[in-house]
């Protein structure tokens, strides 16, 4: 079965710093990944996904991810953050085994930005 | 365009009262997917609708809930004798369907409270 693990459930960074948000799976066939953003009271929304084409995929807001079969992970990173990037981050998992539809997320991660 | 709606936003009901949450998808989106978000926590599949089937209920945390969707259209979240532990907040999701990437696009939710 599709799992998911996010690790860090806090990630803090100085306005200006890199922000590394890392996202490992696991999947018995090619999987198709996403990260979304979640900001305070909003639903989620799409950051950028993975469907087995360029295993570097760049998202909205300058955020890319990069797909590395070898290591089962997806980590999300965007060079250089900003105030307004302080959110909620999940990372997800498409169940191809099942059709696709079951998609499996992981606990999120909230990401502070710091001034 | 529209995107998906639900509501009511944010429900307060009673212990042991019944409540129906509803959901609005994307025009032309076949799939429909519900999710719970607790305090703090992430995202928990409750159940998917490929038109008016659930192929998938196995997310339901107990018979007191149940999901109806018709005309391949509107779903209907419902939980009977509401229970403390149902407070959180109910996320709807909807999709393109089999043969897309099956990125889902959120509601705002519907916020449970029972007192």
């Known amino acids: 079965a599709q799992s998911v693990t996010q690790l860090g459930s806090h990630v803090s960074v100085s306005e200006g710093a890199l922000v590394l948000l890392r996202c490992n799976y696991s999947?018995?066939?090619?999987?198709?990944l996403f990260w979304y953003v979640q900001y305070p009271n909003q639903g989620l929304q799409l950051l950028l996904k993975y469907t087995s084409a360029a295993t570097l995929v760049k998202g909205i807001n300058g955020f890319e991810a990069e797909f590395k079969k070898s290591e089962t992970s997806f980590h999300l990173t965007k060079p250089s953050a900003h105030m307004s990037d302080a959110a909620e981050y999940f990372c997800a998992v498409s169940d191809l085994s099942t059709g696709g539809f079951k998609t499996i997320f992981g606990a999120g991660t909230r990401l502070f930005v710091k001034a | 365009g529209a995107g998906v709606s639900q509501s009511p936003s944010n429900k307060v009901t009673e212990k042991g009262k019944d409540v129906e949450l509803r959901c609005d998808p994307i025009?032309?989106?076949?799939?429909l997917y519900w999710y719970r978000q607790s305090l703090g926590q992430g995202l928990e599949f409750l159940i998917y609708?490929?038109?008016?089937?659930?192929?998938?209920k196995s997310g339901l945390p107990s018979d007191r809930f149940s999901a109806e969707r018709t005309g391949g259209s509107v779903s209907t979240l419902t939980i009977q004798r509401t229970q403390q532990e149902d407070s959180a907040v109910y996320l709807c999701?909807?999709?393109?369907?089999?043969?897309?990437?099956?990125?889902?696009?959120f509601g705002p939710g519907t916020r449970l409270t029972v007192t």
């Open positions: 999701a909807s999709s393109l369907g089999q043969g897309t990437s099956y990125e889902q696009y």
């Open positions: 609708f490929q038109g008016n089937s659930a192929p998938d």
């Open positions: 025009s032309g989106h076949t799939a």
């Open positions: 999947s018995s066939v090619p999987p198709y």
